[in-house]
Structures are given as structure tokens and as C-alpha cells.
């Protein structure tokens, strides 16, 4: 079946511009988690989303940062008023209920470089 | 707060060199743990995981990874590396709490 899909692949802005960026989940897979892998690092938890549930937006870097998602589908990932620092490659993963809660699948990431 | 340390960035290796790749984490209560890799130009993958039960754990390819409760560790090995096996690998730790905590890589390059 499908996986987990992002878009856009890439995205180059300029500082101070706003960005969005969108994750499609697995069908059926009640939590979506939102990451970013700044380069040569491990991936650094944003956002937890899972069901109807109020989000863990505990990972989230400041409040330029937000995200929602409806229901169980497609999520967006915002970023006001874009900084260098924000450069990097921002991942979704989504997981299953159930005993394969654990398990978390990842998309292939959104390149975001701010000029 | 939990964290994961990677021991090494960097490792190459020949083909058929046996391969350890170090893990620690910090973390006091009951953990789940996970290897995920990354080959060039793909997205994270699942390698293998670590929930409960035997120490062992056997993934993909012919990885495993062995969980020492005692040492905080769970280091990825395999016997016999491929070329194929270039990639980078992450080590990742799901403690109390909804995230996983990931360690900073290991960047693996095999010479053919």
C-alpha cells in the first residue's frame, strides 16, 4: 500500500516568508508525529497528533511554529516568518494503533532551505 | 530527559568486515528501541525493534541488535557487511511520552 507521502520535496524561501508544508499519512493510522533533521544531527521531535486528541506540541522550537491536522488525515506543518536556522529537512511519520503503536513509518521529508 | 548517544559518526569498513555500531541511552524507565536506516536518496526505514522478550533482536538484511538493560545499550551488528549496506543509521528510544528520541547518526560506508 501507499506509504507515507510529503510535499512539497523541496522548498527554497526567503527569510521572513511564511511556509507550509503537508504530510499524508498511511491510511487507518490514528497518530502523525512531525520531526526535523537539521544536517549531520538525529531528528528532533516536533509534534504528536493522535486522533481527536488535543497534540503534544511539546518538540515545537518556538511559536512561530504550528501545525493541525483533521481528523485522521492530512496534516500541515507552518512556519511564520522563516529564519536561516530553520533550514532543514522536516520529516512525518505516522503509526498504527493498536500493538503496532510503536512502530513508526516515515515519509520521505520536506527540504526546506531559507535564504 | 532522555537522549540517545551514537559512538560513532563515521565507520568504514570492507565487504564481508563484521559490523558493531554503538548505542546508549538515557532513559530510567521501560524503553522500546529501534534501529532505523536511511540508504542514499530513501526515507527512514524500520530495521529493527526491541519491544520486550528475548534481548535479541533480529531485523532486516541480517542485522540484529542485542539490548543490555544493565548498560543502557542496544548495538546494532552484523556478521559480514555488504556494499549495500551504505547508509546512515539511527538509533531511536521511546521512553515515557508520545516522541521518539534519536540519536545523531552513524554514517556507514562500505568499500567494495
Known amino acids: 500500500g501507499a506509504g507515507v507521502s510529503q510535499s512539497p520535496s523541496n522548498k527554497v524561501t526567503e527569510k521572513g516568508k511564511d511556509v507550509e508544508l503537508r504530510c499524508d499519512p498511511i491510511?487507518?493510522?490514528?497518530?502523525l508525529y512531525w520531526y526535523r533533521q537539521r544536517l549531520g544531527q538525529g531528528l528532533e521531535f516536533l509534534i504528536y497528533?493522535?486522533?481527536?486528541?488535543?497534540?503534544?506540541k511539546s518538540g515545537l522550537p518556538s511559536d512561530r511554529f504550528s501545525a493541525e491536522r483533521t481528523g485522521e488525515s492530512v496534516s500541515t506543518l507552518t512556519i511564520q516568518r522563516t529564519q536561516q536556522e530553520d533550514s532543514a529537512v522536516y520529516l512525518c511519520?505516522?503509526?498504527?494503533?493498536?500493538?503496532?503503536?510503536?512502530?513508526?513509518?516515515f515519509g520521505p521529508g520536506t527540504r526546506l532551505l531559507v535564504l | 530527559a532522555q537522549s540517545v548517544s551514537q559512538h560513532n559518526h563515521h565507520v568504514i569498513l570492507s565487504e564481508a568486515a563484521s559490523l558493531e555500531l554503538g548505542c546508549n541511552y538515557s532513559?530510567?524507565?521501560?524503553?522500546?528501541l529501534f534501529w532505523y536506516v536511511q540508504y542514499p536518496g530513501q526515507h527512514l526505514q524500520l530495521l529493527l525493534k526491541?519491544?520486550?522478550?528475548?534481548?535479541l533482536v533480529k531485523g532486516i538484511k541480517g542485522f540484529e541488535a542485542e539490548f543490555i538493560k544493565s548498560k543502557f545499550s542496544f548495538n546494532l551488528r552484523k556478521p559480514s557487511v555488504q556494499w549495500s549496506d551504505t547508509a546512515e543509521y539511527f538509533c531511536?528510544?521511546?521512553?515515557?511520552?508520545?516522541?521518539?528520541?534519536f540519536g545523531a547518526g552513524t554514517i556507514l560506508r562500505v568499500k567494495s
Open positions: 511519520a505516522s503509526s498504527p494503533s493498536g500493538v503496532l503503536a510503536e512502530t513508526q513509518y
Open positions: 491510511s487507518g493510522h490514528t497518530a
Open positions: 497528533f493522535q486522533g481527536n486528541s488535543a497534540p503534544d
Open positions: 532513559y530510567g524507565g521501560t524503553v522500546n
Open positions: 526491541y519491544f520486550s522478550g528475548d534481548p
Open positions: 531511536a528510544v521511546k521512553g515515557g511520552g508520545n516522541k521518539l528520541v
